[in-house]
Every structure is written in C-alpha cells, then in structure tokens.
C-alpha cells in the first residue's frame, strides 16, 4: 500500500453501515434506487449507484453516490469526473437534480458526502482521504459493477472537484495545503468563517483554475462577504484563471443548488409562484452543471482567454425578465 493509500485511509472511520433514502422535492430523472444491484439498463436514463467495497468510506451507502448516463457513457474511451463536496448537513441525496444534468453530458459525477452524520463538512483531511481514493478506484469500480455501460472505458481524461457551501471550503484548503490534486475547480457559493477552527484566514495558493458561484446577497445565512466571491479573490490574488458569476438573491438562494434547499431557513423566493419558482431552479441545476463542462472544454483547449463566456443560458431570470445573474470576466481574459 502506497503512502497516499495509508494516509487517505488513517482518516475514514468505519461506523455500521447505513442508508440514505432520498427525499426529493420533485420527481427526479433517476432510473432506479441509488441502492438496486443488476439494474435492467434503461439507456435513456441517469444512474446513481452508492458504492460499497473500496471507497465507502465506511458509511454504506450514504457517504457517496456514482452518477453517468448509460447511453452516453457505454460509447467512450475516456471520459471526466466532478467530485462534488456537499454542504452543511447536507446529503447526496440533495444533489440528485444537479448530478444528473451533469452525467447527461456523458461525464461521471461522484457526489460526496465525507463526514456523514455529521453536519459540519468543511474538513480538509477527510475529503482529500475520499478523494485521493475514489481517485484510485473509481475506474475499476465502474467497470466490475456495471461492465456494459463501462465496457470501453480506459482513462479518466480530467478530474475536477468542488463543493456546495462549507464542503467548497473544505476542498479549497485541502488544494492549497497539497495533500489532494486536482485539474480545476467548479464550486456554488463555497462558505468560508473566521470562526471555522484553527484557521485564521481563507488560503490564497489556489492551484489551479477555478469557476465560483456567489450571490449579491445575504441567502439561507450566508453573508457574501463569506461566499464564493471572497474564494475567487483569494484565487485571484494568487494568478490562476479564474471566473465568478453572481447570482441575485432573491430570486435564487445560497441553497438552490439542491433539490430540498436548508428549509427551514431557505425559500427560494416569495415573489414567485412553486411552479415559477421550480422552473428557476431546474434552469440554475442545468447551468451548474454546463460551468463545470465550460472548465474541461477549457481545459482540453489550454484556458484559452475568454474561456467562460458564452455558454451559460441567457434566461435565468424570474418571469419578470429581472436578471438573476451577472457575469465577471475571468483573470484569463
């Protein structure tokens, strides 16, 4: 076992085996329960699987879930994955909406949740352990649990991570601190407090390029002074390629990004209807996912100036045609 191996798995604890049943706000686009073996393969369909064996971090089926499309995947040689960090008290359950707009692409998604049952996901340590090991197994798993959609696949041609609110802040440390790697990062209003412990101040050697979500607003006790745009500072400070695109609050929300949002301290808004209000979010999940697939088309292409312009959907606003969002230029143009 290697170095990295010992040292990824000394912080994973080991706790019974348990599960985590979904509770979605809407009907969701998954083809089958996360937790089903020798699924019937529906190609037009999304998967979530819950790893067991390698990379279960010891908490079942709850710690982290495996999103790809069949139909998408079954075709590719290489393809990219996101590990996305969930936020506080937060589970995967949360980000089915969001993974599947992402594996749609043809793109694997590995929502993880590295301290389950616990509330509090901004530890650095666990998360580079989880993610230094699905780094190590998530290939040959893919390929022993579902061998059709993953017959052709060979290499993981890129790897980005991120993270919702406080599990942002924890990815972020645990770059700048060098014990996990990655290619970029695509993160929704990652949190950071002057209160987390033993840190002072947000670290400013971000590594590598960066897309940060942020809002103009105090959301779901979020202060923007504290969200994503005090990480793409620090980011920038430091020289990488980076962008930023805000979001106005209301309509949208620090945690619009899921599917049941933090209630009771979140809504969505007041000022629209359910149905409205649905739609809004539906849109965001889709241009969540199309940011992180603007990274690796950069990526592949060498962040070439002007790399996030252009592709996010111009109609994310409330039926009033009020802007939700704004758009920065990042450093690389």
Known sequence: MSVREREAESVLVAPPPGRDTPKRRRSSRLAASPFTRGLDPDSSRVYAKAPAGPFDFGHGTAGCWVFYSH??????????????????????????????????????????????????????????????????????????????????????EHWVVGGHSAGGYGVHEALCDEITNTDAVVSFDPFYSDSFPLKQSLSQNLPVPAFFWAFTAKSCGVDPSTGGSRFYSASQAHGVPCALLKLKSPPLTHCAVTNTGCAPVCKTTSRVSEDQADALIRMLHKDVATSCLNVLQALAQGMPRGWTSGRLQAGLHVPSSEEAFESFASSAS
């Open 71 to 156: 139909a998408q995947i079954r075709t590719k040689t290489s393809t990219a994955v996101w590990i996305f960090v969930v936020g506080t008290n937060m589970s995967p359950s949360a980000y089915t909406e969001l993974a599947t707009a992402f594996a749609e692409s043809g793109n694997i998604m590995v929502v993880l949740d590295p301290s389950h049952r616990n509330p509090v996901k901004y530890q650095k340590g666990r998360f580079a352990g989880c993610a230094n090991l699905i780094k190590l197994h998530l290939l040959e798993w893919c390929q022993q649990q579902d061998p059709d959609s993953f017959r052709m696949l060979r290499t993981i």
